[in-house]
Every structure is written in C-alpha cells, then in structure tokens.
C-alpha cells in the first residue's frame, strides 16, 4: 500500500522532507503539469525578453535627448557668448559717444 509521497505522482513529499523539497509535482515527460510548466515558462521568457527590450528601447531614447540637450546647451553658451561680445561692442560705442560730447550740463 502506498500512501502520500511513495513517489506517486502528483502527490505531496511526507512532512519530513517538505521542509527541504515541498509539494512534489508531476514532471514525468508528456504529463499535463509538464505541458502547462513549459507553457507557463516560454510566457514567463517572452515576457522578460519584452520587459527588456522596452527597456533598451527607453535607454536609447534617453541617450538621444540627452545628446540633444548636450547639443541645445552647446549652441546657448555659443549665443551668450556671441551676445556677450556684441554688448561690449556697444559698451565701447558709448563710451566713445560719451567722450566726443561736449561736458554741458
């Protein structure tokens, strides 16, 4: 007579050994548990491979906007610079003024 865990499939491992190997499953090749593992572990696997791809996906768009924005804040110092010298420019040109106009009050 067999009872539970007498390596009957399907069946749960004694109480003695749960604690080192759980319920047992049914595993033998073509069983219906086997079928639905397999099933459930390709799923598992495709979505992984989804989940990561998105995340390749958002890392590449990331790097772009962030060589964007390296390239915006590159044209903005080359304009402050730019407008940095036109000010002096002009600074020179009041100067210039101020010194040729006759000191009336």
Do not use: C, F, I
Request: hydrophobic share 35%.
């Amino acid at each position: 007579a067999q009872g539970p865990g007498d390596g009957v499939p399907g069946t749960l491992t004694p109480p003695s050994q749960a604690h080192r190997v759980g319920p047992t499953l049914d595993t033998s090749p073509g069983t219906a548990a086997e079928e639905r593992l397999l099933r459930q572990a390709a799923a598992a696997q495709a979505q992984a491979r989804a989940v990561s791809q998105r995340a390749v996906d958002r890392e590449k768009h990331l790097r772009t906007q962030l060589l964007d924005a390296g390239r915006a804040t590159d044209a903005a110092r080359a304009e402050v610079q730019r407008l940095s010298r036109r000010l002096e420019e002009l600074e020179a040109q009041v100067a210039t003024a101020a010194g040729e106009a006759p000191n009336t009050p």
